[in-house]
């Protein structure tokens, strides 16, 4: 997926469904600190929707190198007394002291206000929690004095996963204090850079997994990020690296779901770099295929049974639902729900119909919570999702 700005002038060479922007907290917040969270919030994600692609974003308060510097922070908190810590690394910058009690008081009520708004809003995939750190990523290299306590952090963590209870939050480190419970996902924003390594490595994104005893949380929570951007380049051209690992692998261990790559969006791309962008793509998160399909006559009724599969890396994060059609009747199917279909398993599900419904059998994914059908990678699965089977008799 790429970042908003990018699928504004991308040419089409690689499909996808979301996109990704940051948002400063001054865009949301008045310098008098009113809140002005949906006229900063609806211009971003209706562009997103008018290409019915769904949204992921961040909030942030610093961002290296930027111009403004210290404009991402309200006035009306610097006016509180909030110390500006001045930074020269990354470009330079102006950080915000996440040590203030004051400041994280005002995020946590920020925190309740955006979910108040957005929580359950089907434009928005997940929300990356941001707000600590430089580019909202949950650490302050470039000044390490600046970066709120562990205390802190969990007060931040806990005021996502107790506001958004419908909406998916991701993190960006495993082990951040408050996130033990496993109501957060997580996103690897140094994806084959720093993903995975030995014990010595222990910074690195799957060996933070391991420590914080959080390998298995891609079963019930998403796991994203961005494919590191300098290695970009070399990975669309199809050359290996010693400096950056295996994607394939990084996938498998992660199972990824999503992955910001701007360079997949860039004008001119030739075929093979294109193809091999629509590959990786699809080895990312579920594939869901019909293996099966058979229908018995039961007293004088049709039972329809589907075997649904996930081919793929992770299983689906939205609710959804098989829905089997017989004519012109459609009947939600009996069987597990979809959210819980693991990589590798297969689930049964079946509906019953009177003789006289029709005889034409299709099934499809209801999903209330997307802005598109969700599709079977059934080779004749219509844009539309629905997938002819075959007919009774």
Do not use: W
């Given at each position: 997926?790429?970042?908003?700005?990018?699928?504004?002038?991308?040419?089409?060479?690689?499909?996808?469904?979301?996109?990704?922007?940051?948002?400063?907290?001054?865009?949301?917040?008045?310098?008098?600190?009113t809140y002005r969270i949906r006229e900063g919030l609806?211009?971003?994600?209706?562009?997103?929707?008018?290409?019915?692609?769904?949204?992921i974003f961040r909030?942030?308060?610093?961002?290296?190198?930027?111009?403004?510097k210290d404009g991402a922070v309200p006035k009306y908190i610097w006016d509180m007394g909030v110390k500006k810590i001045p930074y020269t690394e990354f470009g330079g910058g102006i950080s915000p002291d996440y040590t203030?009690?004051?400041?994280?008081?005002?995020?946590?009520?920020?925190?309740?206000?955006?979910?108040?708004?957005?929580?359950?809003?089907?434009?928005i995939a997940y929300i990356t929690a941001g707000l600590l750190g430089h580019w909202g990523e949950w650490?302050?290299?470039?000044?390490p004095e600046a970066m709120a306590s562990d205390e802190q952090q969990e007060k931040i963590a806990n005021?996502?996963?107790?506001?958004?209870?419908?909406?998916?939050i991701l993190m960006r480190y495993p082990g951040t204090p408050g996130t033990g419970n496993g109501k957060t996902g997580f996103h690897d924003d140094s994806f084959t850079y720093e993903t995975l390594g030995d014990k010595s490595s222990s910074w690195f994104f799957m060996n933070r997994l391991k420590k914080a005893k959080q390998t298995k949380n891609w079963q019930t929570q998403p796991i994203g990020g961005e494919f590191r951007p300098e290695g970009q380049s070399d990975f669309l051209d199809g050359k290996a690296s010693e400096e950056y690992q295996n994607f394939d692998e990084c996938v498998k261990k992660t199972h990824c779901s999503w992955l910001m790559m701007n360079g997949a969006f860039s004008a001119g791309l030739t075929s093979e770099q294109a193809k091999r962008a629509e590959e990786a793509s699809a080895s990312l998160g579920y594939d869901l295929t019909v293996k099966k399909a058979a229908v018995r006559r039961i007293f004088g009724k049709s039972?329809?049974?589907?075997?649904?599969?996930?081919?793929?890396?992770?299983?689906?994060?939205?609710?959804?639902?098989?829905?089997i059609k017989c004519g012109e009747t459609e009947i939600k199917a009996n069987g597990k729900p979809l959210s819980e279909l693991m990589p590798g398993c297969t689930f049964l599900y079946k509906a019953s119909f009177s003789p006289t419904d029709g005889n034409s059998i299709?099934?499809?994914?209801?999903?209330?919570?997307?802005?598109?059908?969700?599709?079977?990678?059934?080779?004749?699965?219509?844009?539309?999702?629905?997938?002819?089977l075959g007919k009774i008799g």
């Open positions: 997926m790429p970042f908003s700005e990018k699928a504004d002038s991308s040419d089409g060479a690689v499909r996808y469904s979301m996109e990704f922007f940051y948002i400063p907290l001054s865009e949301l917040i008045r310098d008098d600190g609806e211009p971003h994600l209706e562009k997103a929707a008018s290409r019915s692609h769904q949204s909030v942030y308060l610093d961002y290296p190198a930027s111009e403004t203030d009690d004051r400041l994280i008081d005002e995020l946590v009520r920020f925190i309740k206000a955006l979910a108040k708004e957005y929580d359950g809003d089907r434009r650490h302050c290299f470039a000044c005021a996502f996963t107790e506001s958004f209870t419908k909406t998916k039972t329809v049974t589907v075997a649904v599969k996930n081919v793929g890396n992770a299983p689906l994060y939205t609710d959804a639902e098989i829905i299709s099934v499809k994914i209801s999903s209330p919570g997307t802005l598109t059908p969700i599709r079977f990678s059934n080779t004749g699965c219509g844009s539309d999702g629905i997938l002819t």
